[in-house]
């Protein structure tokens, strides 16, 4: 250090660890200010240069912008900001990358007769993956008559939510979910959709009481009931009635059941997506398809019942 307390340019760099190089490159763009020059023309630093010049090579190690280390250097909760819009960056790539390891592990662990299908699923789907092919095939499949609010919340509940670190087995099922979607799909056509998408019915009512349904549904299927009658099978049933102008008649229930059993199925699509959401006891949360099952087993229970009853 000179007798002026300010340090050269050299002195700089080897204090800091780095190189002549790298501080005239920071100084160029207003990140180290410089206190004085020589007689000679040499840049001189105050000895606080020193730290500042730590705190740059900081966060630049930690990938923080060079246009956003000053801002981070300069206004006070600036650090904080570059920090949090670093991170921001880093979800997904990180997501990324654990979707790419388990899909690397499952293609390196499966038989030898399974490999080359298994890369060509994996190879169909994009790192971090995305919800954007179920999520149109779920409005294909939709009737077109449902309010905007109704289908987007049925979109929510239908399209799983992708796990952050997935295991081998969910980049498969994602995947072959993918695969499936991604189809051409039946969309509206006539013997492909529910017969409660019709013409004679109010969807809109329908799946505003299918959602309540199913959440009363999955309550008990947590629990481990098996499927039964109350309150989740009366809200079922209340929303088919509804939706067609009906009640909730013995007869309706027993008219009910046929209908549904002759509804076109999508069951595949539900298995793959329960395998994408297993709860923390590693137990798969209920999907609404699930739910829907759940409800006609019930339904169909409770209609042996009363044939039952009217024949014993």
């Known amino acids: 250090m000179a007798s002026d307390g300010l340090l050269g340019i050299g002195e700089l760099a080897e204090r800091a660890g780095t190189t002549v190089k790298t501080v005239r490159f920071y100084s ?27 705190t740059i090579r900081a966060l630049r190690a930690l990938e923080v912008p060079v246009a956003e280390v000053g801002r981070a250097l300069d206004r006070r909760g600036a650090l904080e900001e570059a920090v949090d819009g670093r991170l921001r960056e880093l979800g997904p790539q990180l997501a990324a990358l654990r979707w790419r390891e388990a899909a690397l592990r499952l293609v390196r662990d ?36 449902l309010p ?68 009363l549904a999955a309550v ?23 939706s067609c102008g009906g009640r909730d008649t013995p ?12 509804d076109p199925r999508i069951d595949r699509y539900w298995e793959l997506a329960a395998e994408l959401a297993p709860s923390a006891s590693g137990v798969p949360e209920p999907t609404p398809g699930a739910a829907h099952d759940w409800l006609c ?16």
Request: proline share 10%; with cysteine; charged share 30%.
């Open 148 to 215: 905007a609010r109704v289908v987007a919340a049925v979109v929510d509940r239908a399209v799983p939510h992708l796990p952050a670190e997935p295991t081998p087995e969910q980049v498969l099922a994602f995947a072959r979910l993918n695969a499936l979607v991604s189809r051409p799909c039946p969309g509206r056509a006539p013997g492909h959709q529910p017969a409660a998408h019709g013409p004679d019915h109010r969807p809109a009512v329908l799946y505003e009481g299918l959602a309540e349904a199913y959440e």
């Open 251 to 262: 007869g309706f229930r027993h008219r009910l059941g046929a209908w549904l059993a002759a």
């Open 110 to 145: 499966c038989a030898d007769e399974e490999r080359a299908d298994r890369v060509r699923l994996v190879g169909g789907i994009p790192f971090p993956p995305g919800t954007d092919a179920p999520a149109r095939f779920w409005r294909r499949w939709l009737p077109p008559r």
């Open 297 to 312: 087993a019930a339904l169909d229970d409770r209609s042996a019942d009363r044939a039952g009853r009217r024949t014993g």
């Open 28 to 54: 160029d763009r207003g990140l180290l200010p410089e206190a004085a020059r020589s007689a000679g023309g040499h840049r001189r630093y105050a000895p606080e240069a020193l730290e500042r010049l730590r």
């Open 220 to 242: 008990r299927m947590r629990a481990g009931r098996a499927p039964h009658g109350g309150e989740a099978l009366d809200c079922f049933v209340d929303a088919y009635a509804r």
